[in-house]
Nanobody, 125 residues
Framework: QVQLVESGGGSVQAGGSLRLSCQYSMSHSYTYYMGWFRQVPGNEREAVAGVNQFGDVTAYADSVKGRFTISRDNDNSTLYLQINNLRPEDTAMYYC??????????????????WGQGTQVTVSS
């Protein structure tokens, strides 16, 4: 059974920072790649960032490169997303996701089998 629980969302002003966390629980967690996605009501879920099983390979959506940093701590079963220089367009529900096996891209939502409930990020101008 896979459980993903996000936290760390909130309301911030533009230019501010947040650190999102995703506590994960599954057998052999070191075999799962993981990612962050976000969604605005009425829009499709979009990729934000992904990280491989060992934390040494990452991928980012162009819109967040240089501002967002994904990392994982397998010893503490936690996935992080450090978000700096927040913009109003970053407002969304942010979801943690996990998957395993061979993948084509860390940024394809279809590659992920497990999803958390989400944490809301709201950025005001």
């Amino acid at each position: 059974q896979v459980q993903l629980v996000e936290s760390g969302g909130g309301s911030v002003q533009a230019g501010g920072s947040l650190r999102l966390s995703c506590q994960y629980s599954m057998s052999h967690s070191y075999t799962y790649y993981m990612g962050w996605f976000r969604q605005v009501p009425g829009n499709e879920r979009e990729a934000v960032a992904g990280v491989n099983q060992f934390g040494d390979v990452t991928a980012y959506a162009d819109s967040v490169k240089g501002r967002f940093t994904i990392s994982r701590d397998n010893d503490n079963s936690t996935l992080y997303l450090q978000i700096n220089n927040l913009r109003p367009e970053d407002t969304a529900m942010y979801y943690c996701a996990a998957g395993m096996g061979k993948i084509r891209s860390l940024l394809h939502a279809s590659e992920y089998s497990y999803w958390g409930q989400g944490t809301q990020v709201t950025v005001s101008s």
